[in-house]
């Protein structure tokens, strides 16, 4: 058993699993727990701890805005629990990836694919270099 | 073979190259659409959305017949995502029987179209050709992604 939680300033946290809901429909055990709705870091690693400490046979990933901040900070000591993955600088792939797993692999194993293929999937596109794939000539079109 | 047949007017996205993909499990997907085949721009986008491990064809509804006709289509799984009810239409007759199921996602608002399902909007022409296709194929299904419910098409025709 595995449950994601995102956690940021703000409403990232929601506004990626607003996100991540259009794409895949019900998500009913991801939650979102941003910095809007809730009044401080310790707030939010208070309720998410609560859940860790009560289901220990599950997995939580839990996925920070960003690397260093005061919520990925403040996350950081739930660590101290054996079942936390903790990623800082969450992307919406990396839910996608994690969520529709069905590949019989442990929860470490899941959570480094996801950010593996999450960074290579940061991508930069600027006008002349598509010219310049278009010139050179994209792979042809083939089914076989 | 065909495995499904999907009807989206944005064809490959987020929905389809990470949902449906996931769901059917192709060895290649192929694009069916006049516009998509002949703008190199566009090409660029597909090919950069397209998923990992899978092949991807965008062609005219045209040629995409002749690559379906092509006996070695046989082997092959094939995701196949037009963008109208019409060009689905085309295909599965001009393909002998290979396009049994149908899914149809989204469907945008025009003129004198109606609200049909979430997302799917169809005019006359639309119902008129969803009915013929209807009668052609196994299945046709309007669901957006595999884990919502899905409307019974004979509703709407």
């Known amino acids: ?144 | 073979m065909v495995e499904l047949c999907r009807v989206d007017d944005r064809m490959l996205h987020g929905q389809v190259a990470v949902t449906w993909v996931n769901q059917v499990a192709p060895d290649a997907i192929l694009i069916a659409n006049d516009e998509a085949a002949t703008n190199e721009m566009s090409k660029l986008a597909f090919k950069m959305a397209k998923p990992a491990g899978v092949k991807l064809a965008i062609k005219t509804v045209k040629d995409a017949a002749v690559l379906l006709n092509d006996p070695r289509t046989k082997k092959t799984r094939i995701f196949l995502i037009v963008r109208t009810v019409q060009d689905a239409l085309e295909l599965a007759k001009t393909t002998g029987s290979q396009i049994q199921i149908i899914n149809i996602g989204g469907v945008k608002k025009k003129e004198g179209s109606r609200q049909v399902a979430a997302n799917v909007h169809m005019n006359e022409e639309d119902i008129a050709a969803l009915r013929e296709l209807n009668s052609l194929v196994d299945k046709v299904e309007i669901q957006m992604v595999p884990s919502e419910s899905k409307t019974d098409v004979k509703k709407i025709i």
């Open chain 1, 1 to 144: 058993m595995r449950k994601i939680i995102l956690a940021s300033h703000g409403s990232m946290a929601e506004g990626v699993l607003s996100a991540a809901r259009m794409i895949m429909g019900d998500c009913e055990e991801i939650q979102a727990l941003g910095l809007d709705h809730y009044e401080s870091p310790t707030e939010i690693a208070r309720q998410i701890e609560q859940q860790v400490a009560a289901e220990p046979a599950c997995d939580f990933i839990i996925f920070c805005d960003i690397h260093g901040g005061s919520v990925h900070n403040q996350l950081t000591e739930l660590c101290r629990y054996p079942n936390v993955y903790l990623v800082g600088g969450v992307t919406l792939s990396m839910i996608l990836e994690c969520h529709l797993n069905v590949q019989d692999i442990g929860t470490m194993e899941l959570v480094e694919n996801a950010v593996q293929s999450a960074k290579n999937t940061i991508t930069v596109l600027s006008h002349k270099q598509a010219v310049e794939q278009i010139e050179k000539g994209m792979e042809d079109d083939i089914l076989w």
